[in-house]
């Protein structure tokens, strides 16, 4: 096993039912630490950054508009193989899809408004870790 560091997104939609406390109970039980948190508002500008993989998808601006809707918490997780274990526990991107248990399955209201995001490649996890966290 290889400790990993990911980078996860509390979504607005999540933060604004007050499911901040249940998500991280989630993290903490399936072995992932907290290392670095923010609570913040992303700018349409860092949003754009953030999802820049998606700005010819037809999605993209609805994606912007919620992302800018309210607060986020930013978390910096830590674990064996963190990356893939947090994917698992949040689950598909489609709550209709995500398996039982999963963050999605219990929390998220649709594809777009999915409660959560995490890094999917050791990559994407350390361009997105740098968006947020000096090192
Ligand atoms: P996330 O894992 O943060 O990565 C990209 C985000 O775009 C995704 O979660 C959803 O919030 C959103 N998204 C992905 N696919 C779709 C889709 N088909 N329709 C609408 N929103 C989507």
Known sequence: ?????????????????????SIIQLMEANKLVVKKIIMMNL?????????????DRDFYSKLIEYMTSGQVVVILLEGDNAIKAYRDLMGST????????????????????????????????RIEIGLFFKS
């Open 1 to 21: 096993m290889a400790i990993q560091q990911t980078l996860a997104i509390i979504k607005p939609d999540a933060v604004q039912r007050n499911l901040i406390g």
């Open 43 to 55: 700018s349409v500008n860092q949003a754009e950054k953030f999802y820049i993989i998606h700005k």
């Open 94 to 125: 489609n709550p209709e899809e995500a398996e039982e248990k999963t963050i999605r399955k219990l929390y998220a209201v649709n594809t777009t408004y999915n409660s959560v995001h995490g890094s999917d490649s050791p990559e994407n996890a």
